[in-house]
T-cell receptor
Framework: DQQVKQNSPSLSVQEGRISILNCDYT??????FLWYKKYPAEGPTFLIS?????DKNEDGRFTVFLNKSAKHLSLHIVPSQPGDSAVYFC????????????FGKGTKLSVKP | DTAVSQTPKYLVTQMGNDKSIKCEQN?????MYWYKQDSKKFLKIMFS???????INETVPNRFSPKSPDKAHLNLHINSLELGDSAVYFC????????????FGSGTRLTVV
């Protein structure tokens, strides 16, 4: 049973345009959401996060939006750069004292020059 | 200077063998994790240790035994390897329980033949 879903396995955008990666979740107890970026043969690296008490968090070219009523979050990258090409994982935490993260399957982003 | 290092990076072994994967972090983090990324690309928690004590033990066969000699190390020993154990195993660490900024190692690709 997937609690965190990334329904688009891949996304291709032109350099300079906006990339929008989507993530849906089923567990209303999730209280913290994160995005990780992964290059081939490397481990995931933390990108940006958002608490469930917020609906937006911005860090440079990266913005995460959270819609709790729809149980949906999205990552916007503007402007997209070729170096952004990677697999992006959405992750959620069920809260409490445990830091266990539940990951989605990932979306492979390709930014074309 | 690698923050979370795993060895080996690649491991090819025969069914029935016993193997270990080592993980070390130099970040001074209190909590360490093992995640498995299977052929379907899901990243799933296997174990979590906080200050050398087991916190999370997901539904993992008891052929998998984590060992934490100190809070900077979390090794994974696997007995009687099976074909289905083939996957990429990621070690990660965070500052403590409930702390969500994981730092991942680069992964160990285990292939059982």
């Amino acid at each position: 049973d997937q609690q965190v879903k990334q329904n688009s396995p891949s996304l291709s955008v032109q350099e300079g345009r906006i990339s929008i990666l989507n993530c849906d979740y089923t567990n209303s107890m999730f209280d913290y959401f994160l995005w990780y970026k992964k290059y081939p043969a490397e481990g995931p690296t933390f990108l940006i996060s958002i608490s469930s008490i917020k609906d937006k968090n911005e860090d440079g070219r990266f913005t995460v939006f959270l819609n709790k009523s729809a149980k949906h979050l999205s990552l916007h990258i503007v402007p997209s750069q070729p170096g952004d090409s990677a697999v992006y994982f959405c992750a959620a935490s069920p809260g409490g004292s445990q830091g266990n993260l539940i990951f989605g399957k990932g979306t492979k982003l390709s930014v074309k020059p | 200077d690698t923050a979370v290092s795993q060895t080996p990076k690649y491991l090819v072994t025969q069914m029935g063998n016993d193997k270990s994967i080592k993980c070390e972090q130099n970040l001074g983090h209190d909590t360490m994790y093992w995640y498995k990324q299977d052929s379907k690309k899901f990243l799933k928690i296997m174990f979590s240790y906080n200050n050398k004590e087991l916190i999370i033990n997901e539904t993992v066969p008891n052929r998998f035994s984590p060992k934490s000699p100190d809070k900077a190390h979390l090794n994974l020993h696997i007995n009687s390897l099976e074909l289905g154990d083939s996957a990429v195993y990621f070690c990660a660490s965070s500052q403590g329980e409930g702390q969500y900024g994981y730092t991942f190692g680069s992964g160990t690709r285990l292939t059982v033949v």
